[in-house]
């Protein structure tokens, strides 16, 4: 059974950091390119950023870029993001979903390129 488990979110003031976690499992992970979006109330679910387990090839959403870092660790099946000098339009319920791999890096921007989605994390970050 696939499972992917995002988990780490909380409650933190403007400024703060917070590290999330995507565990996976029932799946070979280096298949996988594995992504983390986020949707605030009211909006629609935003990509965030992106990474290759195989050969550690990320990418980031111009809003988070210089703020938060994407990393994997093979072995343990599970990617990180590293949340940074959050603020308050950080907001959002994070989830952590799997692609299959074999197309352009962009290609994952979209959530119409993955297949298996977590249960998302809360983070919620006051001003």
């Known amino acids: 059974e696939v499972q992917l488990q995002a988990f780490g979110g909380g409650l933190v003031q403007t400024g703060g950091s917070l590290r999330l976690s995507c565990a996976a499992s029932?799946?070979?992970?280096?298949?996988?390119?594995i992504g983390w979006f986020r949707q605030a109330p009211g909006k629609e679910r935003e990509w965030v950023a992106c990474?290759?387990?195989?050969?550690?090839?990320?990418l980031y959403a111009d809003s988070v870029k210089g703020r938060f870092t994407i990393s994997s660790d093979y072995g343990a099946n599970t990617v990180y993001l590293q949340l940074n000098s959050l603020k308050p339009e950080d907001t959002a319920v994070y989830y952590c979903?799997?692609?299959?791999?074999?197309?352009?890096?962009?290609?994952?921007?979209?959530?119409?390129?993955?297949?298996?989605w977590g249960q998302g994390t809360q983070v919620t970050v006051s001003s």
């Open positions: 029932g799946f070979t992970f280096d298949d996988y390119i």
């Open positions: 990474i290759s387990s195989s050969d550690g090839e990320a």
């Open positions: 979903a799997a692609g299959l791999r074999g197309f352009g890096s962009y290609y994952y921007i979209d959530s119409g390129a993955y297949d298996y």
